[in-house]
């Protein structure tokens, strides 16, 4: 089955400098690449996708790149803010009509003041 | 309602009892899914549920663990039995369609003591 990697565990920022999230995938099936972010005691919020059609997709301060070749995506997150800090999972679809994710161990995101 | 909603959110149970938790999705949506979170790790995936029917159920862990759709809207999974190792945030979400822009409740924390 698919396997996914996330990296790192956990990153510390300053405010309004930048974060990286990297994850890889084993199945160059996969065709969805959602991140999501989880506060504590909630359920994850999808906060940006990508298809494997597409290279890159940003919504103001997050951006999302997928290298398929390479099998593995990042998040990219500028201006960091103190609301930024949360855990952020990648998660995988590895095709259309096995429509289960499957997610990475997730980065916990700080954003120092 | 407005997003995905799980009841109970907090569940404590005696080993060895059944339980059930609920889930409502957002209106509309015809895809549902069941996760499970232990702390520290990412969401694991259940069961997928396309309509009423249970498209894949691969993820259920044995057969103590049983989840309906009977009007392919509220979701109830069932544990019979339960056991310690069953304590986990249990995750519902619902999309659209099924495979992309998956929504998720605020879980239900059961704890098995």
């Known amino acids: 089955g698919e396997n996914v990697e996330q990296h790192p565990s956990t990153l510390s920022v300053q405010e309004g400098d930048s974060a990286v999230i990297k994850c890889t995938y084993s199945?160059?099936?996969?065709?969805?690449f959602p991140w999501y972010k989880q506060e504590l005691g909630k359920g994850p919020q999808l906060i940006i996708d990508?298809?494997?059609?597409?290279g890159e997709k940003k919504d103001q301060r997050i951006a999302v790149t997928l290298n398929k070749t390479a099998k593995h995506f990042s998040l990219h997150i500028t201006e960091t803010q103190p609301e930024d800090s949360a855990v952020y999972f990648c998660?995988?679809?590895?095709?259309?009509?096995?429509?289960?994710?499957?997610f990475g161990t997730g980065t916990r995101l700080t954003i120092i003041p | 309602g407005a997003g995905v909603s799980q009841t109970p959110s907090n569940k404590v149970t005696e080993k060895g009892k059944y339980v059930e938790l609920r889930c409502d999705p957002i209106?509309?949506?015809?895809?549902l899914y069941w996760y499970r979170q232990s702390l520290g790790q990412g969401p694991e995936f259940l069961i997928y549920?396309?309509?009423?029917?249970?498209?894949?159920d691969s993820g259920l862990p044995n057969d103590r663990f049983f989840a309906v759709r009977p009007e392919g809207s509220v979701s109830t999974l069932k544990i019979q039995r339960t056991e310690r190792g069953d304590s986990a945030v249990y995750l519902c979400?619902?999309?659209?369609?099924?495979?992309?822009?998956?929504?998720f409740g605020q879980g239900t924390r059961l704890t098995v003591v």
């Open positions: 979400a619902s999309s659209f369609t099924g495979g992309t822009e998956a929504f």
């Open positions: 199945d160059s099936a996969s065709n969805y």
């Open positions: 990508i298809r494997s059609n597409v």
């Open positions: 998660a995988v679809i590895s095709n259309f009509g096995n429509e289960k994710l499957t």
């Open positions: 209106s509309g949506h015809t895809a």
């Open positions: 549920f396309q309509g009423t029917g249970a498209a894949d």
